[in-house]
């Protein structure tokens, strides 16, 4: 069983990557997102730890996290993000750890995906076997968050700001697909790329 890691910055494909890789190949994907999410909730392992550093404005009526107010201050104060992250990165990640031996015990699946942009922030490329990188040119990303999120300019302005920036992802990560065609092109270049694990 193979660890993939997907990684690249917002709006660039990583999930269309991830997808191919379950729907034609097998994959099972372990979606750190969710995991994120279901950890922020009440009870969850990140919410107590979260709540204590924000205060109780970043809640919501019923006691659980609004996560716009959270984007709120987050997105404009990078010392406030990478806190956030310090405090949610490392509940995931164990997860995600004890997911990957519950499934290498199975032994079901011949890839297993960890898709996410703060791939090195988290640790997540240390687990990997290998990490892919997704890159799409920054203006056809900024056009798909307008269009599919509904996201303004300053709102994506901010978060490009607060990922990694292209050279960055290079240097690190010499599995690079480019995602600047069509689904047909992605499907072949993640074809090749499993092709040359096999040898």
């Not at 109780?56 to 609004?66: K, Q, R």
């Not at 164990?94 to 031996?101: H, P, R, S």
């Not at 300019?153 to 010499?174: G, T």
Request: charged share 30%; proline share 2%.
């Amino acid at each position: 069983m193979k660890v993939i890691g997907i990684t690249g910055g917002i709006g660039s494909g990583k999930s269309l990557v991830a997808k191919i890789l379950t729907e034609k190949h097998g994959a099972y994907f372990l979606n750190t997102d969710r995991i994120a999410k279901e950890q922020m909730e009440i009870g969850g392992a990140s919410y107590a730890g979260v709540v204590d550093f924000f205060g109780n404005s970043i809640l919501a009526e019923d006691g659980s996290i609004d996560p716009k107010k959270l984007s709120k201050i987050v997105f404009h104060d990078k010392e406030k993000l990478n806190k956030l992250n310090a405090l949610t990165h490392p509940n995931v990640l164990k997860v995600i750890e004890e997911e990957l031996a519950s499934l290498r015990e199975g032994g079901r699946f011949p890839y297993v995906i960890i898709e996410t942009a703060l791939m090195i922030e988290a640790g997540y490329d240390f687990i990997c076997d290998e990490v892919w990188y997704v890159y799409t040119p920054e203006e056809i990303r900024r056009e798909r968050l307008k269009k599919e999120r509904n996201y303004s300019d300053q709102k994506i302005d901010s978060i490009f700001d607060s990922q990694r920036k292209e050279d960055e992802f290079r240097k690190r990560y010499s599995k690079v697909i480019e995602n600047t065609g069509d689904i047909q092109n992605l499907c072949k270049q993640v074809e090749r790329l499993l092709q040359k694990q096999q040898r």
